[in-house]
Each structure stands twice: as C-alpha cells, then as structure tokens.
C-alpha cells in the first residue's frame, strides 16, 4: 500500500485541474503590514523577491534565493524586472452600472433618474444579468482586481448572476441585492417584507459558499422607508456575520434631501446609526460631507468608508478627506464605482484619488496643510486597507505567508512613455507613483487568484 500512494497522488494531481505544487514566482515584491501613513516601517519591499503558492495559499514570500533554496523543485515563473503586489481590493462598485459607464452631464441625482434606474430595469432578466455578470468580472480581473464589494440591484436575479460568475473564478466576492421602496420608478420598488425575504434567501444560498459573502444593500436612505431600513437591521441581527453596504453623503443636494426625510435625526449618519446598521461590517460609500460628530461616530463604530475619487469628480460631487480620515483612525479602501467611475482600473484610481487630494489646495484657508496622497498611501489603500475595512485582511492584502494567493504582476515598463519615466527614477516611492498616474489595464501582465492565472 505504501508503495501504492505516491502513485495515486501523481495520478490525482495530473487529472487536477490545479498547477503543480508548489509555485515560484521572481520578481520583486510590494505590499504592507500596516498604513504607511502611521507606520513608516509598513512597507516591505523585496527587490529580488520570490513568492512561493502551494494549493491556493503564499507559503514563502521573501528573498528569491533563500525561495529556491527552501523549495528546490518549485516551478519557476520568472517575472524579474517586475512587480508583484497583492490584488486589488475595491470596495465599492456597481456592476449594473457596467453598461452605462461614462454617461454624460449630470449630478447624483439627476443621474440616477437619467441613466441609473432605467438601465437598472433590465436586470430581472436572469439571461441579461448573466452577460453583465460575466462582462463585470472578467473586466475586473483584467484589471487586477481580485476581491469587490459590490452593488447589484433589487432584483434578486442580478445578485444570483453575479455570484455564479464570480464563484466560477473562486473569487472573493461581496455582494448583495438593492433594498429600495421609496423615490424610486415602480418598476424598481420592493418592499419591506419582500426585500427581508428576498434577501434572507440570498443570504443562506450564498453567504460563505466558497469565498462568496453577502451584502445587506440599502441603496442610500432616501429609497428606504424607516419600515424597510429596520429590517435590513433585522437582517443584520440575524446573520450578524453579513455585511451592510450602502451611499452617504456623496452630494449636497442628497445630504438635505435626507434631512428633509428624516426631520427627527441629527443628520445623514445618524440616520443609518439609528436604525444599528453601523459597525465593523458597515462600508459607506464617499461619506464627502461628514461632520465632526459623523467623523467620531464613524471612528467609534469601526464603519468602513469607501473612497471614490473617480465618480466624486465626474459627478461633480466633492473632494473627499483621506488625511481627516487618517487622524479619526476611520478604515478607507477606494472604490471606482463604476459607472458613475470611468474606470475598472484601480490604478487610474489612485491616480484620481492623488489629484483630489491636490485640489483640495484650492479650497483650504491654509493650503500647506492640505498634504497629497502618497503612493505608498495609495496602495496600501487598494491592497491591505481595502482588506480591512471588508473585515479580510486575514485572508487577503498582503503577501505574508499563510494568506490567499490573490497576487497580480505589474509591468512597469508597459508602455513607452511608462518605460521612458521609469528610467528616471530611483526609489520604490517614485516607481510605484509612477505606476499609478500612468498605469491601467495595460500594465496588468497577470492576475492570479488563490495561484491559477487569470488572463
């Protein structure tokens, strides 16, 4: 019999449809342990870096000599001269919204009655969600994205669509099902009862089936009526493992309208606090206009705050404050939101979230106190700061051994004008800032998730 087992393991692993054990990978390697911000050792930087994947995990992660010494027969995937940095992380996007990217001309609200809600209407089709759903996924992984917190819409169809897509890859994925019954076409109305239901169903189908989690999704509270925000709470109590997702005050015009809409409330976060829908699991998107009291509320919950420079400024809606942020100690990840975001990529992300910390210069009374986001900041918000505020960064983020080998290879020498700028630089800071403001899709050579190439 012990003659009989390695026969059997070799004869199991040629029919697998998983890469040989173990993997090596060369190039140099960038990721953190921490916000660079606050901790000026967060960065680790191998140069002539090896990553070693068995079954899906990173086993090795350091120097590429010391790589091949400990794994003497690994296979070697040579990326030298490039970088390997863990997968991107954004932590707000609507995949419906794939088809309607870059739709000309107004502001949120407008927006949403414009292009949002009847593009929205198509997708209580299975049949159409499915070429949505797998259009989405596969532009994010082009993109180097290997983990999303995303948006569907209220029909439960889109949300089963999009977990079969993204399972399909093994993905980790977030996701959940629109909760809207006020100020909102009939078409896309639910109610209380039906989006508890609805939802409720989705939950145990999906939530934890393979890396798949779910989102309890109320799509801002100008569409909930105070009935339907209690019982997304409900949902929350239930399964307290879940998630909540939704918009706060991304645009003036919306933060009054709650207001408006709930008189007895001491403003746009208070709202959502009321209800108990904060928390270490809440992710809120933009949160642009937050008082003092917001700030500290936000802080004191743990909530999580998606950062989405590229719809805040096509959308004209504000400049959000990643240094507030940073000294509230409120978790941040970026988010492209798409479609209101022009971009998949989260490398032109960064590059608008860098040019909003610049603009926001041009509104303060002592501009010099206005500091530009850095790379090292910029990254470490796509990678292991978007990990934290989805509650993953057990599992994803980094390149620390025992994590999930979701890694992507950045070329920097992708195109001409990439490569003639890199030439002129020295230090890891400016390479990697140098990949962020001319980087994209282009410049994702590979993106891996748990080790199987994805491109």
């Not at 993997?23 to 916000?35: C, G, K, R």
């Not at 296979?75 to 870059?102: C, N, V, W």
């Not at 989805?390 to 070329?411: M, P, W």
């Amino acid at each position: 019999m012990k003659r009989i087992l390695p026969f059997l393991f070799i004869l199991i692993r040629s029919c697998s449809s998983l890469p040989d054990s173990p993997q090596l990978y060369h190039a140099s390697l960038v990721y953190f342990t921490d916000n660079p911000s606050t901790n000026p050792d967060a960065l680790k930087y191998i140069e002539d870096g090896g990553l070693v994947i068995d079954s899906g995990k990173i086993v090795f992660s350091g120097v590429y000599h010391d790589a091949k010494n400990a794994f003497p027969n690994a296979r070697i995937h040579d990326y030298s001269g490039k970088f390997i940095l863990p997968g991107f992380i954004d932590t707000h996007i609507h995949y419906p919204q794939t088809e309607m990217i870059a739709s000309y001309g107004e502001q949120l609200l407008e927006w949403l009655n414009s292009y949002t809600f009847p593009t929205e209407k198509h997708f209580a089709s299975k049949s159409y969600a499915d070429s949505i759903a797998a259009f989405f996924v596969d532009e994010l992984l082009k993109n180097g994205t290997t983990t999303a917190l995303v948006f569907g819409t209220v029909h439960s169809s889109s949300v089963e669509a999009l977990f079969e897509q993204a399972e399909s890859h093994h993905m980790r994925l977030i996701a959940g099902k629109v909760l809207m019954d006020r100020n909102a076409p009939d078409y896309l109305l639910d109610t209380p009862e039906s989006a508890y239901e609805e939802s409720k169903t989705l939950i145990e189908r999906w939530h934890h089936k393979d890396r798949l989690s779910y989102a309890v999704t109320p799509r801002f509270a100008p569409t909930s009526t105070p009935e339907q925000l209690g019982k997304a709470a409900q949902l929350l109590q239930e399964y307290p493992d879940v998630f909540m997702h939704t918009h706060l005050s991304e645009n003036k015009g919306e933060v009054e309208w709650v207001k408006s809409l709930f008189p007895n409330n001491k403003g746009y976060l208070d709202v959502y606090n009321h209800f108990g829908l904060t928390g270490s699991r809440s992710i809120f998107a933009h949160s642009i206009y937050l008082t003092e009291q917001e700030w500290d509320v936000m802080s004191s919950t743990e909530s999580g705050i998606a950062f989405c420079p590229t719809s805040n400024l096509f959308l004209g809606s504000g400049l959000f404050d990643v240094q507030k942020a940073t000294q509230k100690n409120v978790k941040v990840g970026l988010g492209t939101d798409v479609g209101g975001g022009t971009s998949f990529s989260m490398l032109q992300t960064m590059n608008e979230a860098y040019k909003v910390t610049q603009l926001r210069k041009a509104f303060a009374v002592n501009p010099s106190e206005e500091k530009p986001l850095s790379a090292l900041q910029a990254f470490y918000l796509a990678t292991l700061g978007g990990a934290k505020v989805l509650n993953q960064e057990a599992f994803i983020g980094s390149l620390e051994a025992g994590k999930e080998a979701d890694f992507i290879v950045l070329n920097p020498h992708s195109t001409d004008l990439m490569n003639l700028r890199m030439s002129k630089t020295k230090t890891i800071e400016e390479k990697l800032f140098v990949l962020m403001m001319l980087g994209d899709d282009r410049t994702v050579e590979q993106t891996y998730v748990l080790g199987d190439a994805q491109k």
